[in-house]
């Protein structure tokens, strides 16, 4: 069986589970989303050249940016038909709310799914927000992805903190090995795009002075770190991998819930949510 980056998130998750009974919840849930995303973008690879033209000609539009003159893949059947499996996963598994939430989509009509998700899908702005946005990002991750790997996207000499494919904010950092040190990359939420970014930068604001950009990290998670700015009052995990190779940083990130917590008391918010919204 091929060793996918779902079925490694997933295995991490399952680990992490066992470790963090606090977080066994969360992450038992995420190993639902995890499989269906990964049958949906195996799906998607196995019809390639089997897609129509429309569908082709749509998934070369970039997700995060207008353009008027391309077919949006979310208004495709191809699509749309996914959409209630992904929300009978979510109703069956998922919290209370998300569970509640997933039922009454599902008995939408189709024109509601449609609007939802091509909001989703071009509003690169602002980030989710209400658990319907939640829901439709999660859903759209696999075809962001496959956006995305058919794209060009030109990484080097790429500075900026917005993702170079869909321009939507970074949810996490990590710290790769290089040379003695680590070297800081950002990646994005939704399509999964990494690129390098400057240590010392705050990515939501670009501040430089180190003495506004805080790290704290703490005992229960020594290769997770929290990198603050005090002149925007943002924070971004980071996942050191110079310490911790084992770690999937997607669900490294997800299970370090009391981190999130102790800096939203300080007064910090998240540059961006993860896939659960948190």
């Not at 008027?68 to 598994?93: K, R, S, W, Y």
């Not at 989710?128 to 956006?147: I, R, V």
């Not at 990494?194 to 501040?207: D, H, T």
């Not at 190779?245 to 009391?258: F, I, N, Q, T």
Request: proline share 8%.
């Amino acid at each position: 069986m091929a060793n996918t980056p779902w079925q490694q998130r997933i295995r991490r998750a399952e680990h992490l589970a066992g470790k963090h009974p606090f977080a066994a919840q969360i992450l038992g849930f995420y190993i639902h989303i995890a499989r269906f995303q990964e049958g949906l973008h195996q799906s998607l690879e196995r019809r390639g050249a089997g897609f129509s033209p429309a569908i082709e000609r749509a998934f070369r539009s970039v997700p995060g940016q207008h353009d008027a003159g391309a077919t949006n893949p979310l208004t495709l059947p191809e699509v749309l038909t996914n959409f209630p499996l992904f929300l009978a996963v979510i109703e069956q598994h998922g919290p209370s709310l998300l569970a509640q939430v997933a039922g009454n989509l599902k008995s939408a009509p189709d024109g509601d799914w449609s609007n939802l998700l091509n909001s989703c899908w071009s509003g690169a702005d602002e980030p989710p927000s209400s658990p319907q946005e939640f829901l439709a990002f999660a859903f759209l991750q696999p075809y962001g992805e496959l956006a995305r790997s058919r794209a060009q996207v030109q990484l080097e000499g790429y500075t900026h903190p917005l993702c170079p494919f869909c321009s939507r904010k970074p949810l996490l950092a990590v710290l790769r090995p290089q040379g003695d040190g680590g070297r800081r990359s950002l990646v994005c939420g939704f399509c999964l795009t990494e690129w390098e970014f400057r240590r010392i930068v705050c990515p939501g604001c670009g501040q430089e002075d180190h003495a506004k950009l805080p790290v704290y990290t703490a005992e229960s998670f020594p290769y997770i770190r929290v990198e603050c700015c005090d002149a925007c009052h943002t924070y971004i995990k980071s996942i050191d991998l110079t310490k911790n190779g084992l770690a999937e940083p997607l669900v490294d990130e997800l299970v370090s819930v009391p981190l999130s917590l102790w800096a939203e008391e300080r007064g910090y918010s998240k540059l961006h949510p993860n896939l659960l919204g948190m």
